[in-house]
């Protein structure tokens, strides 16, 4: 599990999420937008709370498991 998780603006990770290969899927109900990624041949939504100010390292940690980042991939995004 990767170690060096920061918190980050919704933005800031929806920058990284954006440069890693995901891409913007619909609005969502609220203050969600959903995202989309696809992971050998699967695909993978997560919404993403926009209103949030700063997000928890554990919080943006559980965003990229869903996405279905691995560890290696997540710590090289982060970089």
Known sequence: MPNNIP???????????????????REGKGDHRLYI?????????????IGAGELSPPYVLRIFRQLGFTDEEIESILK
């Not at 918190?7 to 899927?25: D, H, N, P, T």
């Not at 990624?37 to 709370?49: E, L, Q, S, T």
């Open 7 to 25: 918190s980050l603006k919704v933005r800031q990770l929806i920058r990284l999420l954006e440069s890693a290969g995901c891409k913007f899927y």
């Open 37 to 49: 990624r696809y992971v050998k041949g699967a695909k993978r939504v997560v919404p993403i709370d």
